[in-house]
């Protein structure tokens, strides 16, 4: 295995590390035990622990709020609407197969209060930017329009992050891709033209 390669399963293990133990359990043992390596693969080629965390979450960071978006470039221009349906749709998913990693970004707005992260300055970036790409199609505009905006994506966020809140009100899976096609429909309803 290349050393590239070996890079690649250590950070993908770290990503499974912190789906299964959560993000404060995951230790330097666990990765590279995981990942059929020895710490000092990792330590090699990344540092440290914190230094692998760091570079997963930027990565993450980047696929949710930067690729994902891109995914869509021309659609975006053309399409607007369909390209909001397929973007929410990935990001739903995302969410709910990556709930651990989605609260790990998040994690010192829960527990601290802190929104002075990467995260977050990396978040307000894509928000401002999510804006832009569905202002007109919004139903409302301004302020109003940027409300709506934040009420769309924190819907899709919090129902990604945490599929099972309503389950025992609306008797409904959010993982089942055709109640999360109907749940998408129906928010963008709501909000889009």
């Known amino acids: 295995m290349s ?3 070996i890079k690649q399963k250590i950070v993908i293990t770290a990503i499974e590390c912190i789906e299964s133990e959560g993000f404060q359990n995951v230790t330097i043992r666990k990765i590279p035990a995981s990942a059929g ?3 000092a693969a990792v330590n090699y080629h990344f ?3 914190e230094q692998l965390l760091q570079i997963v979450m930027q990565a993450s960071l980047q696929e949710s709020f930067v690729n994902n978006i ?3 470039s021309e659609l975006w221009k053309t ?10 749709t990935e990001t739903l998913k995302g969410a709910i197969n990556y709930p651990n990693l989605t609260k790990a970004h998040f994690s010192s707005v829960f527990n601290y209060n802190n929104y002075e992260t990467d995260s977050m300055k990396m978040f ?3 928000m401002h930017r999510f804006y832009k790409l569905i202002q ?10 940027k409300i709506a905006a934040a009420q769309l994506f924190s819907t899709i966020l919090i129902a990604g992050m945490m599929p099972e809140l309503y389950s025992d009100f609306s008797q409904l899976d959010m993982k089942s891709p055709e109640i999360q096609d109907k749940f998408i429909e129906n928010l963008m ?3 889009i033209v």
Not at 79 to 88: Q, S
Request: net charge negative; charged share 30%; hydrophobic share 25%.
């Open 37 to 39: 390596v020895n710490v």
């Open 70 to 72: 891109n995914d869509y």
């Open 136 to 145: 007109d199609i919004l139903k409302q505009n301004g302020e109003q329009g």
């Open 124 to 126: 307000t970036d894509f």
């Open 47 to 49: 540092g440290s622990k």
């Open 3 to 5: 050393s590239e390669e």
């Open 79 to 88: 399409e607007t609407r369909k390209a909001l349906k397929l973007f929410l």
């Open 189 to 191: 309803q709501n909000y």
